[in-house]
């Protein structure tokens, strides 16, 4: 048995094509869970696309000779986070 989540209401518009689709295809008593999963999804892409872009925007090699990548990577998302490494790996807990 899965975690209970809470749900909210929401409210927006889609082309009646669209809807006249999902009504179609989808029984009614599962049109919430289809649609959920299917902004889910598209959200997730968004995010990876995302991050592709930032990663095709690093430049192409470090300044640091020897550094590896990881360390690269660290030192960039601290310059992308703001927040001290020890931070963002929960290691300093400053709340």
Do not use: C, Y
């Not at 009646?16 to 289809?34: G, M, Q, T, W």
């Not at 000779?65 to 290691?91: C, N, T």
């Amino acid at each position: 048995m899965g975690v209970p989540v809470s749900k909210e209401r929401a409210t927006f518009s889609i082309a009646a094509d669209i809807k006249s689709r999902l009504e179609d295809e989808v029984p009614k008593s599962e049109r919430s869970r289809f649609v959920e999963k299917a902004i889910d999804q598209a959200l997730r892409e968004v995010t990876v696309n995302r991050l592709k872009r930032m990663l095709d925007e690093l430049p192409r090699n470090s300044n640091v000779k020897g550094e590896s990548i990881a360390d690269f990577l660290h030192a960039q998302r601290m310059k992308w986070d703001g927040r001290p490494l020890d931070v963002l790996e929960g290691k300093n807990d400053r709340r």
